[in-house]
């Protein structure tokens, strides 16, 4: 397997867990599920401008949160990969962060109409509610699961397009839309959470997961159900067809890879205390998400 020394060369990266590093499949599943939103309720596909604020917010909200973890983390106790990128190649990070945000900021402000800015002006509000949630409240204190706050915040930031173009008529379409969709990204955080439980449980990281050990066993049925809500959504046409194929799609291959890693956990405790962790399954998991929008796009929407 091909992998690459990080920083004093007692870490490396395998190549498939780049993209999980740097955040870029966070960021890949946002741009995707920022087309289905925007094909579905504008009839028409993102600018260029739409989606390179997209493509930079959520890349800003990623990286922050892990800077952020960062300046806890312990580097002597178990602890995963991209943690430990951000651990030791802070100072450059933050760097390329500022000028992101610079770049980024000069996009919205160029390109973005009244009401996209008003909205925007919403969810910038949120998500500062969501990171002081997070990085400041203590776990015992959060009265909603940050998976949760995070699912429904990414969702608010795909469909952030939709709802400054959306009108009375479709506006129960869209919320309904968002929700599902939030939930489902939700979902895939409390899958990655399962895998790195021990990790988060040696750096003092709360989750969900944590706080309730035995939820891994009852997301797979978690899944389930909302796949099955979808499916029925979609029938009884409350759900558009796009939204709904994505959901059952994604829940679908979510799930499929949640039943594979059962039994491949490798216990931290096996690994020497400074060891990085890379999950395979983690970035399987975001690919799920990718894989139901990519079809959709590159069968040329024959089934809308």
Not at 28 to 57: K, N, Y
Not at 67 to 95: C, I, K
């Amino acid at each position: 397997m091909t992998a690459n020394p990080i920083g004093n060369g007692t870490i490396r990266v395998p190549w498939w867990s780049w993209a999980n590093v740097l955040s870029l499949d966070a960021v890949a599943i946002g741009w995707m599920w920022q087309w289905v939103f925007t094909v579905e309720f504008c009839d028409r596909h993102p600018t260029l401008a739409e989606s390179g604020i997209i493509v930079l917010s959520i890349w800003l909200v990623y990286t922050a949160d892990r800077l952020f973890d960062s300046l806890r983390l312990d580097p002597g106790r178990p602890h995963t990969l991209r943690h430990r990128v951000h651990f030791e190649f802070r100072g450059v990070l933050v760097a390329v962060w500022i000028a992101v945000l610079t770049f980024d900021a000069t996009l919205v402000l160029r390109y973005a109409s009244g009401t996209q800015l008003r909205w925007g002006y919403v969810a910038i509000t949120i998500v500062l509610a969501y990171v002081a949630s997070v990085h400041v409240a203590r776990p015992a204190r959060r009265w909603i699961p940050k998976e949760f706050q995070a699912g429904m915040v990414f969702a608010l930031g795909v469909s952030l397009t939709s709802w400054s173009q959306s009108d009375a008529a479709g506006v129960c379409g869209l919320l309904l839309s968002t929700v599902m969709a939030g939930t489902l990204f939700a979902a895939n955080c409390l899958s990655v959470a399962c895998w790195e439980r021990e990790c988060d449980c040696h750096q003092g990281f709360g989750s969900w997961v944590t706080q309730h050990p035995g939820f891994p066993r009852w997301l797979p049925s978690a899944l389930i159900c909302h796949l099955t809500l979808a499916a029925w959504l979609w029938a009884t046409e409350v759900l558009p067809v796009l939204i709904a194929t994505c959901l059952i799609a994604s829940d679908g291959l979510l799930l499929a890879v949640l039943l594979a890693s059962r039994g491949h956990d490798v216990a931290v405790e096996s690994r020497p205390l400074s060891a990085a962790s890379a999950n395979p399954f983690g970035v399987v998991a975001d690919v799920a998400l990718v894989i139901p929008p990519v079809m959709w796009f590159a069968l040329g929407s024959t089934l809308r």
